[in-house]
Every structure is written in C-alpha cells, then in structure tokens.
C-alpha cells in the first residue's frame, strides 16, 4: 500500500477496542462493494468476449482464433480503446505504466467510468492484461469520494486502504494476501500501536470482499495439477532454479520496459498508440496461439488440464511471446493489471522445465515458475509466494517456494521495477 495512506490509516486510534470499533462497519461496505464492482467487469467482459470471439466470428464464418480474427479484434480493441482514453473525462485515469497495485492519490469519481469502460473492452479484447489494477484505482476512488461524503469523520487514507485490501481479497478470494501486502507496506514506517491494530480494518474489508466474490463468483485459483507428493533432494534443486529462470526471463521484459514505453508515447495520440499496440498483440497472438490472449488465468487452466500436451519448445513460445504481449500492453496505455498475465508465462515457463526434465514434477515447475516471474514483475515478495502456492496447494511444495524465493529474491531485489515514474524512467 501507499505509504501516506498507510500512515493515515495507522493514526486511527491504535489501543482502544472502542478506536477500532468505527471501521468496522465502514470496511464491510468497502469490503463487499470492491468485490461486487469487480465481480460486475469481470462478468461484463466474460459475455463481451462471448460475442466478440464465439457469436461474431460465428455470424460472419470466420475462423474464432484465426489469425485474421486475432489481427481484426485486437486492432479494434486498440481503437475503441483509444476512443475512450482521448475522449472519456480524465482520459481513462493516469498512464497504467506507472501504476502499481497502491493507491497515491485516488482520483476523481468522474474518471471511473471511462476507466472501467476501457478495462472492460481490454479483458474481453485479448490483450495480455488482467482487472486488478483498474479495479483497485476505481474501488479507491469510489470509496474515497463516498466515505468522505457520508463518513467524513474517518481520515481520508484509511477509505483508500480499505479499497486496496477489499479488491485484493476480491482478487484471490482469500484476505491472507491483502494481509500479507499490508504488513510489506508497514515494514520500516513508525506506525503506532500493535501490527493487527493496524491492519484491523483492511483486513475487515479483505476478508468482506473475498467472502463476496466466494459467494457470488465461487473463484478457484487451484489448477487441478498432478498431486505433488513428499519433497525429493532433486527438488531442492529444480526449484530454485526453475524460479531464478524464470525471475530473469521476467527481468528481460522490466529492463525492457521504459524503451519499449516510450517508442508508443512518441506516437503522441492514444488512437495512434493504442491501435498500433493493438496490431502488434494480434502478430504476437499469430505466433503464440489463442492461449497467448487475454488475462491468461483460463487459459493457464487449459495448460494445467494437458501437463504434457505441448512440447518444451512450444511450453517456451508461449511464455516468450506471453511476455511480449504484456510488454506491449503495458506500454502502449492498454488499462489492466499484469499479475495474471504473469502467472501463464511463470506456469509456460514450468511446464517447459518438466518437459525438458520428466523429473520435475508439473506442480513444482509451475508453482516456482510463478513465483520467479511475479518476483520479478511485481517485487512484492509475500504476494508472489502466496500466488504460487495457492495454485497448487501443498505444505512441501510450500516449504520448498519459500526456499526457492531466496536466490530468485536475489536477482531482482534493488533492480528496476516494472513501474514508470511520469518521466518516464523505471521505480527502483
């Protein structure tokens, strides 16, 4: 989270049951309106792709993922998408290349439909991108305006760490992730009090959110993998080193993030940019084939279903140009967050170390695979650790991630983050 609206959020009254009391119900309203804004885009994009890749090619008789198809909706994505960005009040918000999943300064309420508007038509288009960071500025801007209207007594940083850990347990349908990014954001700040004092309302308002989405949506972040069994000495091999791989495959695309930034801004207009990223995500998706597209996390369980469907080499296609696409998507001012897009390249990656080597089970590669590529692109530790383990739950495999996570820690930790400052140049 933020640091001005943690440290807001940690001068509510820190001792005092009767200081922790008044958030409560605040962060169950935050809580449960996060996941229903969330689970409304994602269930607005899903029948949106429904027509545009099944009932319209269908009508027309063309192919649903020919290349001709492929070519045609991502263009056209491009530039719906940059009729939204130019002509929607505040432009769709900020440019997404220098957003991460905290909130700095919530925007104006104005700006949510246009923002929601263009993530909705880039989560149902294909491009290589997922809801959490669109959702996450419009959760926070929304609860923002409206806690200061109708509970203006409550610190205005506290309304947007609410919305952060709501959409965060909406995300993963747990509140531990949330709660394990929270606790990454107090690390080093004077904050009064005990840790649960602190986090006592966002974790509310996590676990509100997540309980939502599980009830409404019933998310499943398992993938159903072969059973991972008792560890092997092998193991203690093949995983930090399937997880070191893929942190510096990750690390490729965060070095080459500013230059491929800025080749788009200097296009100037966004239906110059966003049409021209849309084109080249459709010659990436020629190559890499319809599993190249959109968030990826359906597509990852197709690839889970199949451990042994594709070869190494194709397992390694799909994970480089994966990469690209979110390379290219994040830098040409798609809306959309990249921790989905992440875990297909991280489960490709794994799955092409199990093809290389039989005797790296299919869970482990996946599972370090993950881990080493959210390392690298999102630099939050606990959350890359907890992502991967969900996929798959297991306590050995858990114990051998947290091993796993050292030397892949050690290669991106202090480098460049996949995040822009408004100059243009990386977040270190």
Known sequence: MAQ?????????????????????????????????LLVGVSGLA???Q????????????????????????????????GLVV????GHAGPDPATLGLAVTTPLSPAVVPGLLVAAVLVLAGGPSLGPENPVIV???ALAFWLGRRFVPGLPGGVWVALAEAATIGALFGTPVAAALLLSEALVGQQVRGPLWDNVFGPLIAAAAGALTTTLVARPNLDLDLPVYGRPGWGDLLAAPAVASASALLGMTAVYAFPYVHRVFIRL???????????????????VGGRLTLFKGLDEVAALARDPDGWSAGQFATMAVVKLAALLVAASCGFRGGRIFPSVF?????????????????????????????????????????FTAAVLVPSPGLTALLCVASLPAWLLVTGRPQMQLREDGTAVR
């Open 50 to 81: 429904h027509v545009l890749w099944r009932d319209l090619p269908d009508a027309l008789g063309v192919g649903r993922y020919s290349v001709l198809w492929m070519l045609v909706m991502l263009t056209a994505t491009g530039v719906l998408v």
């Open 345 to 385: 390249i991280g489960a490709a990656l794994g799955l092409c170390a199990h093809a290389l080597v039989p005797a790296v089970h299919p869970a482990l590669g996946v599972t370090s695979g993950v881990l080493g590529l959210l390392l690298a692109v999102t630099r939050h530790g606990w959350v890359s650790l």
């Open 4 to 36: 001005d609206t943690a440290q807001e959020a940690a001068a509510t009254p820190a001792t005092p049951a009767r200081g922790l009391l008044p958030l409560v119900l605040p962060a169950l309203f935050v809580g449960a309106g996060a996941s229903l």
């Open 86 to 89: 130019w002509k929607a009040p």
């Open 138 to 140: 419009a959760n926070a």
């Open 46 to 48: 899903v029948r949106l």
């Open 268 to 286: 100037r207009h966004p239906m110059v940019a966003l049409p021209a990223g849309g084109l080249v995500l459709g010659l990436l998706a020629a």
